[in-house]
């Protein structure tokens, strides 16, 4: 997302990322819904451009995703789905040994209260 997106909903706030490489497998996503806000940052296995592969892929499953789904279980199991499917890795058994964490976070702005937050949440793909 933008500086300017999230600067809209929360003012006083920043940002740090710092990647080791330009091109990384490091990511942040923001989206809001209404009274609902949700962050995700997520650190994918690979360095590089197979990390960033990663990245690009994880970024547009989620937006994706949460075009039908707002809670973060079904958040997550819609990412893991989506990029299994991109990466056509139909069975559980075959495939690349690759994977994200992700760190969830949701706020509901109108209560002022954190709704759901998830420190790590690795996917295994």
Sequence with gaps: PSDIEITKVFPD?????????VVSGDFYWFTQ???LKIF???DCTGHGVPGAFMSMIGSK???EVIKTKQQPADILSGLNIGTR??????NL???????????????????KKVI??????????
């Excluded at 075959?94 to 706020?107: H, R, V």
Aim: include cysteine; charge should be negative; proline fraction near 2%.
């Design 13 to 21: 706030h920043f940002i740090l990322s710092l990647p080791k490489d």
């Design 33 to 35: 819904f209404e009274n």
């Design 40 to 42: 995700v940052v997520a």
């Design 61 to 63: 499953e989620l937006t």
């Design 85 to 90: 499917k991109t990466l056509k890795q139909g």
């Design 93 to 111: 058994e075959i495939g690349i040994k690759d994977g994200m964490d992700i760190a969830f976070l949701s706020i509901n702005t109108s209560i």
């Design 116 to 125: 759901h937050i998830l420190c790590v949440y690795t996917i295994d793909l």
